[in-house]
């Protein structure tokens, strides 16, 4: 079987190994399932990248438990069911321990029912919408009260935002944190009219009209923001028409929740000065962590002007958790390291540590950036860390949940009851 495998992942993925191969015994093997062509590649491939740094790094030190890491990439190709086949392969071909991966939610729940299924180990690292915990996944990316929610909180009490546009693309991400956003507002007390809702498709390109009517929001002279889950290239003709309308950050500021300096870095940034974004971590972060990391990065790429970004921090905040469970319990063994991963502490880049916690969520600091003319973020609010929920407390449903794989066992664990139900599946 150890041959029939070795062939096959010739043919069926990418096999990168690094050269520290003075330890002892068969590789633990690791997979990374990131789109390397597609739409989403240009996001997705730097995170592969970011894990095959963390293996070269790790296996430098010596490996783990006394042997050689080998990362095994495979590319999705921005496509969601492939997705799932390829984890499927990852977990029965390659057999691989953890697997390190997936961007938008949609390929998260595509990938979710393997996961489960063949009791694979998911580390999940871009901020999603929550409404979701599952025993099988580690959630390294935020929250919506980890980001969705104090950037509201920022825009009103900062700004002094009164009507709100709540602009995404339309996918399951921006649809359900919109839901959550639209119910924490109004129990804020603000009016319905007063928020307006909109959706368009990935690499949607006319944004005239929709601009045209979150100009008319302020026409009663109410501050007006926008609150953007816009996804992809569809950001460059969002910003672009804002500013031929003649809106400025001032008039109208934007908070995104997808525009990050990868998505910036090769953008003119002329019609985006001065607008916001909401991560747990900028480039801009001034700390020694931060600063090592950025040089590694530019030594590992060969690149100085590759820049780095909050799903490249939350991808080596995963590996590192996972890294200090095996450690501790001595194994490779899934069950094992779930047992071990909660509590775990790992430095982040921002100066502070990011705990691992029964739900499968993390500790992260709420960071709000101002985007610069050279693309990067000036900082201009930093929370301290905040405990990530799997169910939010602004919807009624899930209000009542809570999440503790620890002692309960259980994802979705009513507290009114007091019983586990099972989670009803939405892939």
């Not at 080998?70 to 999705?76: N, R, T």
């Not at 997705?83 to 029965?92: G, I, P």
């Not at 609150?227 to 809106?247: H, Q, W």
């Not at 450690?327 to 909660?342: F, H, N, P, Q, Y």
Request: aromatic residues 8%; negative net charge.
């Amino acid at each position: 079987m150890k041959h029939l495998t070795k062939m096959l992942l010739l043919t069926s993925a990418i096999t990168f190994t690094n050269t520290a191969w003075a330890q002892e015994g068969e590789p633990i093997k690791i997979g990374v399932l990131h789109s390397l062509s597609g739409t989403m590649a240009i996001s997705e491939t730097t995170l592969k990248d970011t894990v095959l740094m963390l293996v070269e790094q790790q296996n430098a030190k010596g490996g783990l438990l006394g042997r050689p890491l080998e990362a095994v990439v495979v590319d999705p190709a921005s496509d969601w069911p492939l997705f799932a086949e390829k984890a499927r392969e990852l977990l029965t071909v390659s057999d691989v321990d953890a697997i390190f991966g997936c961007w938008t939610s949609v390929s998260r729940k595509s990938v979710l029912p393997v996961i489960e299924e063949l009791d694979g180990l998911l580390f999940y690292p871009v901020q999603y919408e929550g409404e979701e915990s599952s025993r099988n996944v580690i959630y390294t990316g935020a929250a919506p009260n980890q980001q969705a929610i104090p950037a509201v909180d920022y825009m009103a009490d900062e700004l002094g935002v009164e009507k709100w546009a709540l602009l995404g693309t339309d996918y399951v991400y921006p649809r359900t944190t919109n839901n959550i956003l639209e119910s924490y507002l109004k129990e804020k007390g603000v009016a319905e009219g007063d928020i307006f809702v909109n959706y368009t498709p990935f690499g949607h390109s006319d944004w005239s009209k929709i601009v045209a009517d979150v100009v008319a929001l302020g026409a009663d002279g109410k501050k007006v923001g926008v609150v953007s889950t816009i996804n992809g290239d569809a950001n460059v003709g969002f910003y672009k028409e804002l500013a031929a309308a003649g809106v400025s950050a001032d008039d109208i500021p934007v908070m995104a929740f997808s525009v990050g300096e990868e998505e910036l870095s090769g953008l003119d940034t002329a019609n985006l000065v001065g607008h916001l974004a909401a991560w747990n971590y900028f480039e801009s972060a001034d700390t020694p962590e931060n600063e090592a990391f950025i040089e590694q990065w530019h030594e590992f790429t060969g690149d100085e002007n590759r820049v780095t970004n909050d799903p490249m921090e939350a991808t080596m905040i995963g590996f590192n958790a996972w890294v200090q469970a095996v450690e501790a319990a001595g194994t490779t063994d899934v069950d094992s390291v779930l047992d071990a991963i909660v509590g775990v502490e790992v430095p982040n880049l921002t100066g502070g540590t990011a705990t691992v916690l029964p739900n499968h969520h993390l500790t992260k600091p709420v960071l709000i950036g101002e985007i610069r003319d050279d693309g990067q973020f000036d900082i201009v609010s930093q929370t301290e860390p905040v405990a990530g929920d799997a169910w939010t407390d602004f919807l009624p449903e899930s209000a009542v949940l809570d999440s503790d794989w620890a002692s309960k066992d259980c994802g979705m664990y009513n507290t009114d009851t007091q019983s586990c139900v099972q989670q009803q599946s939405n892939y």
